[in-house]
């Protein structure tokens, strides 16, 4: 279902959730299931990914309808539970919030959408940012960069919206961190 480079991405997403889930206190195994198959249905088109939606019952929000490809994590959940038969509602909920995050999501989801987003294959600068935050213990912190990086990152390019979820994520835990 994947090119060749997006099936590596996926593989380094699960050795970096592997580690991180380790580091983090997430259990590194479902880690690593939820990063090797977070991206199944990253090369469907957007009818195709509207068409299957609706088929799963996955009533897509505003974002999504402007921009399909935003349901590509909720698609692919469906289908590793459908077809792969896995009942894990935490590594599901893992694949299906890589996207945009989700508002009071998991431990398990957070270090799979870190993963994702700085796998060691990923050359962006601020990913460097991230990953040393990361190394050095700061997982919150790693977090609220990352979310902020993907913020700015969908604002700038032509093509794709600001996914509303992912800045209420963003300003969940930006508060939770705020000093006052
Ligand atoms: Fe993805
Ligand atoms: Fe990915």
Not at 140 to 162: F, K, M
Request: net charge neutral; charged share 30%.
């Amino acid at each position: 279902m994947l090119s060749e480079d997006r099936f590596e991405h996926s593989v380094s997403t699960a050795r970096y959730g592997f580690e991180l889930g380790n580091q983090y206190g997430v259990d590194p195994e479902r880690a690593f299931l939820a990063g090797i198959l977070h991206d199944v249905a990253r090369e469907f088109s957007s009818g195709y990914l509207l068409l299957q939606a609706r088929k799963e019952g996955i009533i897509p929000r505003k974002e999504e309808k402007i921009c399909p490809f935003l349901l590509h994590g909720k698609v692919a959940a469906s289908i590793v539970e459908k077809e792969i038969g896995i009942k894990d509602k935490g590594v599901l909920d893992a694949i299906a919030s890589h996207v945009t995050g989700r508002r009071q999501w998991a431990k398990l989801e957070q270090v799979v959408y870190l993963a994702d987003k700085v796998e060691p294959t990923r050359d962006y600068p601020k990913a460097d940012t991230v990953r040393r935050l990361l190394e050095k213990g700061e997982f919150d912190c790693a977090l609220l960069e990352s979310l902020r990086n993907a913020i700015i990152y969908a604002a700038q390019t032509r093509g794709r919206i600001v996914d509303t979820e992912t800045v209420v994520v963003f300003n969940e835990i930006a508060k939770a961190q705020a000093r006052y």
